[in-house]
């Protein structure tokens, strides 16, 4: 969990009234030393300024963070958009998950690539949203939530849960997720990475106000 002075800092000054944020918090368990890919694009968005690390205690998660010059982000990645150009107050794309391991011995490098229709609607009051995921490169367990307050006067904060059958399947019985469906293989000579996987579920991460916002 990011701390608040780490998202303000990093977010507060950006938010003019006409900027709202996606803030992204993805890790992969990957308990090996070295050779894991695993990457997060936008879209046709490359976000090419993120770097692999390891924010959380458990070192065998890899998470994704921004650059921010010398330094790397605190809370994931920070994606900015211009309320203005939204349409209807919807920020619409495909989020594209990529993870594998690099070549070895002369082995081409075996990389999947899960593609997920993403949406959320921001607005001046409410900015900002999160959407954290956790994936097992062991297990192939995977799971996005999202926080938020249903009401101001809430002491804890409510949340979404998307998750695929490998990770609801080993989850404690009282959370309840919603099931991560389809999974189409997409084939052709144009695609980067052969046999994609696009999925039916949209993933919905939920616009708070700042300072209600925790990821």
């Given amino acids: 969990m990011a701390s608040r002075d780490a998202i303000i800092e990093e977010v507060g000054d950006r938010l003019d009234g006409d900027t709202g944020c996606i803030i992204f918090d993805f890790s992969c ?14 879209g046709m ?44 107050g919807e920020y619409v794309a495909i989020l594209a998950i990529r993870f594998g391991a690099e ?9 999947r690539e899960l593609l997920f229709p993403l949406r959320c609607r921001l607005t ?12 097992n490169i062991e297990s192939a ?14 002491i804890g904060f409510s949340n979404i849960t998307w998750a695929n059958q490998a990770y609801i399947e080993n989850a404690a019985a009282e959370f309840e997720h919603i099931p991560i469906e389809g999974g189409k293989v997409l084939e ?9 996987l696009l999925f039916d579920t949209v993933i919905e991460p939920v616009a708070c ?3 209600e916002f925790m990821i």
């Avoid at 368990?29 to 936008?42: A, C, E, R, S």
Wanted: positive net charge; proline residues 5%; glycine residues 6%.
């Fill in 29 to 42: 368990y990957y308990p090996y030393q070295d050779g894991l890919i695993f990457d997060f694009q936008l």
């Fill in 209 to 211: 106000e700042l300072h």
């Fill in 141 to 154: 367990s995977l799971m996005f939530i999202t926080h938020y307050k249903k009401n101001k006067a809430d």
């Fill in 124 to 135: 001046k009051e409410k900015p900002v949203c999160g959407l954290s995921m956790r994936f």
């Fill in 45 to 88: 968005d490359a976000l090419s300024d993120k770097k692999l690390n390891h924010r959380y205690p458990n070192k065998h998660f890899h998470t994704i963070s921004k650059k921010l010059g010398r330094k790397l982000s605190k809370i994931g990645y920070a994606h900015f958009v211009k309320l203005s150009d939204l349409i209807d």
């Fill in 103 to 111: 070549a070895c011995n002369g082995e081409p490098a075996d990389v």
């Fill in 188 to 196: 052709g000579d144009n695609l980067e990475f052969p046999k994609a």
